[in-house]
Structure formats: structure tokens, C-alpha cells
């Protein structure tokens, strides 16, 4: 019986058939919590089986991944759309903003396969001071004086999109952002630029290049801090797998035989990792 390390989405059960009546029974679960929640059930499935030895042989087992996570970002009109706006509407409204005065935002709301009153912007970024590599989310919005109010939303420090609230504004020249790193929970300080009053939209092949370089300025940076806390989270592993076996006995001097063991348990612990930074492209996509 196995505990998966990286957690599979449910725990797993399989049963295999040895002859003879024998069986072989496998768990693979996220927690010894988990592990112990399923005993029941298989007590009372094999009532011969002892659950205690097999909580006793239940070991963690840790896997490096060969392939992509595969993570989906689709973002259109239908279904997410209608939450960008509202994200910026909502925002508007809290800076005082009436929502009757955002009649292009109302308009698309209440029938989403009209007139769109949203856009992609990549043509110029409106954060004046963007914090290198991090995934912020914000709002803002912005009123001109020629009868525009514009809304803008990014998430993830990568979607970007900008709302055409009003044509028809004709309140305060506001101007106000809000930023969040959703890491840390903290606030973000960061300067708004002028933001446009309609969205450019670029060749496809520059949108997605542009695209592209803003999703790796916050994965680059991200993969670095994984693989350098993965490293240090191994290393610290190690060492205690060695000083807990070696045969060195606290407060003596350790001697040449102890100190072998030590330092071929060490490698020993490290071996799959290692083999993983050698075999896997994946692991160097965190390398500057």
C-alpha cells in the first residue's frame, strides 16, 4: 500500500487476482488520514485481512513528472466575458460610478451575443511599475472628459483585457486601479497609465507573441522558486534519511565507517532527482 505524493484527484483501489484464491490489494491515497478513512470498507470486504499490518507497510512515495501539466485557459465572449465586465462595473460602482451611467457594460450584460464592449490589450501595457514575475490580478477604470469611461481587468498578470463602460459618461475624470497578488493575498502598489480608449487589435501572430512573453515573465520565475524549493526540500530530506541510518549516534564522534554510509545514503536519496534534472527538459524550464 502506497500513499501518492502529489496527490491523484481520488483516491485509487485495485485488486488483482494471484490464483489459488489469493489476492494482491493496492492503495494509493494522498494522506495516511485518507489511507485510514478506506481500512473500514476493506475490512469489511476481507474480513481476514489485518489492517494494522497493512497501515504499518503504507509508505509516501514521491514521483517526478515527465510529461506537461495540462492546464486550460479558454476565454471568450459567452462565458467568460460577462464576468470581465462585471469585474470592472462592479469596480466602477464602488468608485461611486452609477451603474445606469455604464450603458454599453448594461447593454452587453443583458444580451452577451450583441455589440461586445470588451477587447484584448496587448498593444501597450497599462501598469506603469509591474512587479517583475508576479501573477497579479487588478481592476481599474478611467472617465475622459469626451464622454469615454473605460474599465480594464487582468488576471494572472497575463489576461488583459479592456471594457468599454460608457460613451456617454459624463462624471468626475476619475482614474483608480486595484491591484492584488493572489500569492502573498497582499495589496499591490502600482501606477496606472493612461489607458485607451478602444483597444488595438494586433496581427494574430504578434497577439500571441505578446501573449506569450507576458505568461513567460510570470511561469520563468515561478518555475525557478518551485525548482529551487524543491531542491532545498530534497537535500534537507536527504540528510535526515542519512543521519537516521548511518549508525552516527548523537554527541559522538562519528567514525570513517558511519561517515561512508552517511554520504552513500545521501546520494542514494538524491539519485532520483538527479536523474530527473538530467532526463527531463521539463526541469530546465525554470533556469534563467
Same mark, same amino acid.
Given at each position: 500500500?502506497?500513499?501518492?505524493?502529489?496527490?491523484? !484527484?481520488?483516491? #485509487? %483501489?485495485?485488486? +488483482?487476482?494471484?490464483? *489459488?484464491?489469493?489476492?494482491?490489494?493496492?492503495?494509493?491515497?494522498?494522506?495516511?488520514?485518507?489511507?485510514?478513512?478506506?481500512?473500514?470498507?476493506?475490512?469489511?470486504?476481507?474480513?481476514?485481512?489485518?489492517?494494522?499490518?497493512?497501515?504499518?507497510?503504507?509508505?509516501?512515495?514521491? $514521483?517526478?513528472?515527465?510529461?506537461?501539466?495540462?492546464?486550460?485557459?479558454?476565454? $471568450? *465572449?459567452?462565458?467568460?466575458?460577462?464576468?470581465? +465586465?462585471?469585474?470592472?462595473?462592479?469596480?466602477?460602482?464602488?468608485?461611486?460610478?452609477?451603474?445606469?451611467?455604464?450603458?454599453?457594460?448594461?447593454?452587453?450584460?443583458?444580451?452577451?451575443?450583441?455589440? %461586445?464592449?470588451? $477587447? @484584448?490589450?496587448?498593444?501597450? $501595457?497599462?501598469?506603469? /511599475?509591474?512587479?517583475?514575475? #508576479?501573477?497579479?490580478?487588478? +481592476?481599474?477604470?478611467?472617465?475622459?472628459?469626451?464622454?469615454?469611461?473605460?474599465?480594464?481587468?487582468?488576471? %494572472?498578470? @497575463?489576461?488583459?483585457?479592456?471594457?468599454?463602460?460608457?460613451? &456617454?459618461?459624463? *462624471?468626475?475624470?476619475?482614474?483608480?486601479?486595484?491591484?492584488?497578488?493572489?500569492?502573498?493575498?497582499?495589496?499591490?502598489?502600482?501606477?496606472?497609465?493612461?489607458?485607451?480608449?478602444?483597444? &488595438?487589435?494586433?496581427?494574430?501572430?504578434?497577439?500571441?507573441?505578446?501573449? #506569450?512573453?507576458?505568461?513567460?515573465?510570470?511561469?520563468?520565475?515561478?518555475?525557478? =522558486?518551485?525548482?529551487?524549493?524543491?531542491?532545498?526540500?530534497?537535500?534537507?530530506?536527504?540528510?535526515?534519511? !542519512?543521519?537516521? /541510518?548511518?549508525?552516527?549516534?548523537?554527541?559522538?564522534?562519528?567514525?570513517?565507517?558511519?561517515?561512508?554510509? %552517511?554520504?552513500?545514503? +545521501?546520494?542514494?536519496?538524491?539519485?532520483?532527482?538527479?536523474?530527473? &534534472? @538530467?532526463?527531463?527538459?521539463?526541469?530546465?524550464?525554470? =533556469?534563467?
Amino acid at each position: 500500500m502506497k500513499i501518492g505524493g502529489a496527490a491523484p !484527484a481520488t483516491p #485509487t %483501489f485495485k485488486e +488483482v487476482d494471484l490464483g *489459488g484464491g489469493a489476492k494482491a490489494i493496492s492503495i494509493v491515497a494522498r494522506s495516511i488520514k485518507e489511507v485510514k478513512k478506506m481500512l473500514p470498507g476493506l475490512k469489511k470486504k476481507y474480513p481476514t485481512i489485518d489492517t494494522e499490518k497493512l497501515l504499518q507497510q503504507a509508505a509516501i512515495q514521491s $514521483d517526478y513528472l515527465d510529461d506537461y501539466f495540462k492546464i486550460g485557459l479558454k476565454f $471568450d *465572449g459567452k462565458t467568460t466575458g460577462p464576468s470581465v +465586465v462585471k469585474s470592472a462595473l462592479a469596480f466602477a460602482a464602488d468608485a461611486g460610478i452609477s451603474p445606469a451611467s455604464c450603458e454599453r457594460a448594461l447593454s452587453y450584460l443583458r444580451n452577451p451575443g450583441g455589440a %461586445f464592449c470588451w $477587447d @484584448f490589450l496587448y498593444e501597450t $501595457d497599462p501598469l506603469k /511599475n509591474r512587479p517583475k514575475g #508576479t501573477p497579479l490580478h487588478c +481592476v481599474a477604470i478611467q472617465g475622459y472628459e469626451t464622454g469615454e469611461l473605460v474599465g480594464y481587468v487582468e488576471y %494572472f498578470g @497575463f489576461r488583459r483585457n479592456l471594457i468599454r463602460l460608457s460613451d &456617454q459618461y459624463s *462624471g468626475p475624470l476619475i482614474k483608480q486601479i486595484y491591484a492584488l497578488d493572489p500569492v502573498s493575498g497582499k495589496e499591490l502598489e502600482v501606477e496606472l497609465d493612461d489607458l485607451p480608449k478602444t483597444a &488595438q487589435r494586433l496581427e494574430l501572430q504578434e497577439e500571441l507573441r505578446r501573449i #506569450t512573453d507576458a505568461l513567460n515573465s510570470i511561469l520563468k520565475p515561478a518555475m525557478q =522558486r518551485a525548482r529551487e524549493r524543491e531542491m532545498n526540500r530534497i537535500v534537507e530530506d536527504a540528510v535526515r534519511y !542519512a543521519l537516521a /541510518n548511518c549508525g552516527a549516534k548523537p554527541g559522538e564522534r562519528i567514525s570513517h565507517e558511519a561517515a561512508a554510509r %552517511f554520504s552513500r545514503l +545521501v546520494v542514494e536519496k538524491l539519485k532520483p532527482w538527479i536523474e530527473h &534534472q @538530467f532526463r527531463n527538459p521539463l526541469s530546465k524550464l525554470g =533556469r534563467p
